[in-house]
């Protein structure tokens, strides 16, 4: 069954595609910037199809509910794709808003720039729907290959060269041990589909060869979502890549590692909860600690967020960490908090790195040391920094504290015993240590003096570009409304919490 108003997301975006590309092949040098416009158009279109599927019960020219099963159940779009997908293509629009200036400020090729994050956005939107090993890893390699030309887009910079360089081989390398680890799986089971999987899995808990397929997978979606011992190459890359690009790493392409990673484990490996539960306790555990007890050594913001990023990572893990020991409730709620997180996590961060691009422009630098007095001459920014960096710390009444909410709720009230409550307490430990370092640069931006340049002089360099201030606005509002009022965002957590395959 082919369902077009279903597919209309994909086939719209696939179509900006076409359309920016020959676009950047006929407009002059001083127009290239309208790919991007076109890449913005095209985006939100694809909102439009998401919001009528959605609400097809409620729409006289709709037949049947949300979900829709197609290609013999290999791709599904139900509550927890529409979901998934409204937040890819909403950072895909961000991130596109915020790298115009950025893009426009050097000598970059626009055209192709737009393309690629397009590209990986749209990507990212296939792996939301797919419900089979072919899919899910097409759409995975969709979303990482052009982040690995993304975040080397300073081509004259040696550390951004680095960076992609970095990205692009630890990549090939998740993909390799990602692609074997499902080979094992599809060779003992016979099966690609997750439904199939998880009936052809019910006796191979204790299979050897099944078991490393399984942790093979694990292993590569851990590179994906630059989860410890596989993280290393997330900061050097952040920091090396075009800001914009890590924003979008950050967000963008680790929910999508996290999408696949969900999908997997709860779908075809549902009957072996017991293999995947401890390696996640574990990539839990250290992505939360060795994450931000490194964030407290940074001197680079663009560092800080990399590693602020791989610790949140954890936090994500944490309420699933635990599926194996619980309930149906329990695991309804595990998969609804960590989406939950991923929606209010995505704002949080984009708004932080959003802040980072107007701050380093303001400031002449990206270290921390330099933004010292921030306030005295951009005190609208200071005060976006206070917002965002606190909420991501969980301090009320920001968005951030119904995040780490729902986390602790899901593991405390899972019946996960022992362990849960260990890891509960592990988390409260990081969040602590997390508002340390992010408390110390808010202090670092309102309370030391300014470094040696006049106030003047500071107050009058780079003014924030439109679109970068309107992304700012957008996130700062979010956050702080769904601080107040958390069922703006948790309604789409609690709506994406039952993963389906239409019957």
Known sequence: ??????????????????????????????????????????????????????????????????????????????????????????????????????????????????????????????????????????????????????????????????????????????????????????????????????????????????????????????????????????????????????????????????????????????????????VLWILAVLSMTIGNLTALKQTNIVRLLGYSSIAHAGFVLVPFAMAAAYDAEGLESAFSASITYLLFYAFMNLGAFAVVIAGAEKAGSAEIDDWAGLSRYAPGLASLLGIFFFSLAGIPPLAGWFAKFVMFRSVMGGGAGAWGVALAVIAAVNAVVALYYYARVVKTAFMDPVPATAPLELAARHQTAPALALVLGITAAVVIVAGFYPPILSFFGDAARVLSFGG
């Open 1 to 278: 069954m082919f369902d077009y108003h279903a597919l209309a997301p994909e086939l719209i975006i696939g179509g900006t595609l076409l359309v920016a590309l020959l676009a950047d092949l006929v407009l002059p040098e001083n127009r290239k910037y309208l790919v991007g416009v076109i890449g913005l158009v095209g985006l939100a279109a694809a909102l439009l199809p998401l919001l009528t599927v959605g609400f097809c019960d409620d729409l006289p020219f709709c037949e049947g509910g949300a979900a829709r099963v197609m290609f013999g159940g290999s791709y599904v779009v139900d509550d927890f794709a529409l979901v998934l997908k409204g937040l890819f293509v909403l950072t895909g629009i961000i991130s596109v808003l915020m790298s115009v200036a950025y893009i426009e400020s050097d000598r970059y090729y626009q055209g192709e720039f737009y393309f690629l994050i397009i590209a990986s956005v749209l990507g990212a939107v296939i792996m939301a729907s797919s419900r089979d090993l072919i899919t899910l890893f097409i759409g995975l390699e969709l979303v990482s290959g052009p982040a690995f030309l993304l975040a080397g887009w300073r081509k004259g910079d040696v550390r951004s060269n680095e960076a992609s360089l970095k990205f692009f081989l630890i990549g090939v390398l998740s993909a390799a041990i990602l692609l074997f680890g499902m080979s094992l799986v599809y060779g003992l089971t016979g099966e690609i589909t997750f439904e199939g999987i998880r009936v052809a899995s019910a006796g191979l808990s204790e299979e050897p060869a099944f078991i490393l397929g399984v942790i093979f997978i694990l292993v590569g979606f851990g590179f994906k979502i630059a989860a410890v011992p596989f993280h290393f190459w997330a900061p050097d890359t952040y920091q090396g890549a075009p800001t914009p690009v890590a924003a979008y790493l950050s967000v963008g392409s680790k929910a999508a590692g996290f999408v696949g990673l969900l999908t997997i484990c709860y779908l075809a490996f549902a009957n072996v909860a017991d293999i995947w539960g401890p």
